[in-house]
């Protein structure tokens, strides 16, 4: 994982502490609690990235 690059997302803010980073991986996307960047990962494929996403965007 040390390899990705993180980006925090677009919708975390500093004020609430549920700040969630993404980052490309050669085995999909890694997604990572941006307080705790050595802490455990979630990886999904790009497919399971996407379904995810729009599930969460429907909420």
Do not use: Y
Request: charge should be positive; include cysteine; charged fraction near 30%.
């Amino acid at each position: 994982m040390d390899d990705a690059t993180w980006r925090k997302a677009r919708r975390s803010n500093d004020q609430g502490g549920d700040c969630v980073e993404v980052g490309a991986l050669l085995a999909g996307v890694g997604v990572r609690d941006s307080k705790d960047p050595n802490g455990p990962h979630l990886v999904l494929d790009a497919t399971a990235f996407r379904v995810l996403l729009a599930d969460l965007k429907r909420r």
